[in-house]
């Protein structure tokens, strides 16, 4: 059975910082697509930032240049770290995967969230 468990999530200041972390276990780490995904209240989930089997990584472009994905592969964990952090970038964050090797499919496992609020 996949699980992905997510941590990290808090509540920070506009301009400052967090790492969001998600640890899986009964999937194939590296095997296929994994990302972040998130939902602000009243909106529909978008995707944040994805990472394929080629480490091509993807990421939206409203957290270019801000949100950077890294892998921990010993620890079968996978980041985001925030910088810069905005009033829109609040929400529930989710970590997903999938065992394409492609993240152009689609993901098929989610973890349930881990909460980022951003305060003045």
């Known amino acids: 059975q996949v699980q992905l468990v997510e941590s990290g999530g808090g509540s920070v200041q506009a301009g400052g910082s967090l790492r969001l972390s998600c640890a899986a276990s009964?999937?194939?780490?590296?095997?296929?697509?994994m990302g972040w995904f998130r939902q602000a209240p009243g909106k529909g989930r978008e995707a944040v930032a994805s990472v394929d089997i080629w480490g091509t990584t993807t990421y939206a472009d409203s957290v270019k240049g801000r949100f950077t994905l890294a892998h921990d592969i010993a620890k079968r964990t996978l980041y985001l770290q925030m910088t810069s952090l905005k009033f829109e970038d609040a929400g529930m964050y989710y970590c997903?995967?999938?065992?394409?090797?492609?993240?152009?499919?689609?993901?098929?496992?989610w973890g349930k969230g881990t909460l980022v609020t951003i305060s003045p």
């Open positions: 009964g999937y194939t780490y590296g095997s296929g697509c």
């Open positions: 997903a995967a999938a065992r394409y090797q492609s993240c152009s499919r689609g993901m098929e496992y």
